[in-house]
Each structure stands twice: as structure tokens, then as C-alpha cells.
């Protein structure tokens, strides 16, 4: 994707491109150039979909969510979320869910983002059950799927 960063792998000889763009880029200096580059961790694809499976199955065994409103309560309430106000209702400040895109958020703030979610389930949720019944739900209904 153009818009996207060239990937990068640590390895034990230091860093190593892991695309092409990475490798275009690499070829471009020469041994002893030295360049700036802001490393970040690339979230793994299964980890969101863990997250999606965690909160299907808390709509799933609960009444009055849907999977998209209980996913943008959980993103206020673990403090996710941009905060903005309308004309019409002065001195109220409202808040718009932040996005869990690939492109917004890397994985370890999608980490933090995750613990935070679970306690914000079980606390408001399903807090009938233990945080260790409902990880392990939801890794039974990944490998189920």
C-alpha cells in the first residue's frame, strides 16, 4: 500500500527490510549511510479479530448491543475516543469513538486498547464472569471459527 511505511524486520544482524518497498529503500544507501526511521510494531491480523470475537460473544450472550454499539462503548469507555462538541447543544461536550484501523492504532497501544476492553466488559457487560472464563471463551470460539 503506497500510503503505508516500508516493513522492517529485526533480526540479529540489525534491520532488515521485510517488502520490497523496504528492500528498494535499503539498496538505496550505501554501507555507513545513515538514515532516520521510526520503528513501530505491526499489529498481527488475529488480534483483532480476537478482539471482534470478544465482543461478539459478550453481545451475544447479553441483551440491547449489537456488535457495533457495544465496540464503540468499549472504545469510550477505556478512554478511546475523540471528543467534540455541536452548536445546538452548548457546553456538552460529546464523544466520537476513535477508529482500531490497522492504519490508526499500532499493537502495542491495540494491546493496551485490549486490556483495557476486557476490564471494561466484564465490569459493565457480563460481570457474572471471570476475566479468566471470558479470555478463554473467546479463544474457544477462535479456534471454532
Known amino acids: 500500500m503506497a500510503d503505508e511505511?516500508?516493513?522492517?524486520?529485526?533480526?540479529?544482524?540489525?534491520?532488515?527490510p521485510?517488502?520490497?518497498?523496504?528492500q528498494e529503500l535499503f539498496d538505496a544507501f550505501k554501507v555507513g549511510d545513515v538514515c532516520r526511521f521510526k520503528p513501530t510494531k505491526v499489529r498481527n491480523a488475529a488480534?483483532?479479530?480476537k478482539f471482534f470475537a470478544?465482543?461478539?460473544?459478550?453481545?451475544?450472550n447479553t441483551e440491547?448491543?449489537?456488535?457495533?454499539?457495544?465496540?464503540?462503548?468499549?472504545?469510550?469507555?477505556c478512554g478511546f475516543f475523540t471528543p467534540y462538541t455541536i452548536p445546538v447543544m452548548p457546553g456538552v461536550v460529546l464523544r466520537r469513538p476513535k477508529s482500531i484501523s490497522?492504519?490508526?492504532?499500532?499493537?502495542?497501544?491495540f494491546d493496551k486498547f485490549f486490556s483495557k476492553a476486557i476490564n471494561v466488559l466484564l465490569r459493565d457487560v457480563v460481570?457474572?464472569?471471570?476475566?479468566?472464563?471470558?479470555?478463554?471463551?473467546?479463544?474457544?470460539?477462535?479456534?471454532?471459527?
Do not use: T
Not at 5 to 16: D, E, F, I
Not at 65 to 75: G, H, P, T
Not at 102 to 109: I, N, P, T, W
Open 5 to 16: 511505511a516500508p516493513l522492517w524486520r529485526r533480526s540479529l544482524a540489525g534491520w532488515q
Open 47 to 49: 488480534f483483532l479479530r
Open 64 to 77: 440491547g448491543w449489537d456488535v457495533q454499539s457495544l465496540r464503540e462503548y468499549v472504545a469510550i469507555e
Open 127 to 145: 460481570p457474572h464472569i471471570s476475566e479468566r472464563e471470558l479470555r478463554d471463551a473467546v479463544e474457544m470460539n477462535l479456534v471454532m471459527a
Open 54 to 60: 470478544l465482543v461478539r460473544l459478550c453481545v451475544d
Open 102 to 109: 490497522f492504519a490508526k492504532m499500532d499493537a502495542e497501544q
Open 18 to 22: 521485510a517488502d520490497p518497498e523496504a
